[in-house]
Nanobody
Framework: QVQLVESGGGSVEAGGSLRLSCAAS????????IAWFRQVPDKAREGVAV????????YYADSVNGRFSMSRDNAKNTLYLQMSDLKPEDTAMYYC???????????????????????WGQGTQVTVSS
């Protein structure tokens, strides 16, 4: 099992930036993918971005592509999500999640299935005001 702790959320005005962190501990050697999801009340979790920890390849949802980017500090077992040009529609609780086995159907499908990820953090709130 992997334990995940998100941090870095907060309140910003539209056009602003935030950097979220996802610190992993536990059985991190088994991680294949780390993803960011977000959720607003009464809606399903939406996949935002994912990284293949073996290849380093990344994928971003269309809604954030070009505005969000991920980076990793392997020494700290931490994944970052740099969010720029934030919009009110980015307001959500943001979660990181990990999957501990390969997935052959592509990133788009992977991000579309929150149930494909095994371990989740507790989330960090991002609020963007107009």
């Amino acid at each position: 099992q992997v334990q995940l702790v998100e941090s870095g959320g907060g309140s910003v005005e539209a056009g602003g930036s935030l950097r979220l962190s996802c610190a992993a501990s536990g059985n991190t050697g088994r991680i294949y993918y780390i993803a960011w999801f977000r959720q607003v009340p009464d809606k399903a979790r939406e996949g935002v971005a994912v990284v293949d920890t073996h290849s380093g390849r990344t994928y971003y949802a269309d809604s954030v592509n070009g505005r969000f980017s991920m980076s990793r500090d392997n020494a700290k077992n931490t994944l970052y999500l740099q969010m720029s040009d934030l919009k009110p529609e980015d307001t959500a609780m943001y979660y990181c999640a990990v999957r501990d086995r390969p997935y052959a159907l592509g990133f788009y499908s992977l991000l579309g299935g929150a149930d494909l990820f095994k371990d989740w953090g507790q989330g960090t709130q991002v609020t963007v005001s107009s």
